[in-house]
Nanobody, 126 residues
Framework: QVQLVESGGGSVQAGGSLRLSCAAS????????MGWFRQAPGKEREGVAA????????VYAESAKDRFIISHDNAKNTVYLQMNSLKPEETAMYYC???????????????????WGQGTQVTVSS
């Protein structure tokens, strides 16, 4: 059974930074990508970033480029999202996700990834 457990959320002032972590267990598809999406109150889910742990290739939503960095520790089967220069409008629940493709990150209409976790709350105050 696949489990994705997020941590690292919290409250930060605008311009601040947070690092989210996602530990994966029961996951045997080494070719799948892992990443993050978020959902703010009253808004649609949106992809943020994803990485293929095997090859290291990454994809970022336009809103995350140049400020967020996604990385993966293969030994720990953990994916990280370093978020810098956070904005109040980025207050949301952030979910770790795993899927065979990265299509869900950039799709204009959100495509649910195959697996996702319970989420971790990020609150950015102005």
């Amino acid at each position: 059974q696949v489990q994705l457990v997020e941590s690292g959320g919290g409250s930060v002032q605008a311009g601040g930074s947070l690092r989210l972590s996602c530990a994966a267990s029961g996951y045997t598809y080494s070719t799948d990508c892992m990443g993050w999406f978020r959902q703010a109150p009253g808004k649609e889910r949106e992809g943020v970033a994803a990485i293929y742990p095997g090859g290291g290739s990454t994809v970022y939503a336009e809103s995350a480029k140049d400020r967020f960095i996604i990385s993966h520790d293969n030994a720990k089967n953990t994916v990280y999202l370093q978020m810098n220069s956070l904005k109040p409008e980025e207050t949301a629940m952030y979910y770790c996700a795993a899927d065979p493709t990265m299509d869900w990150v950039l799709s204009s209409a959100f495509l649910s990834p195959e697996h996702w976790g319970q989420g971790t709350q990020v609150t950015v105050s102005s």
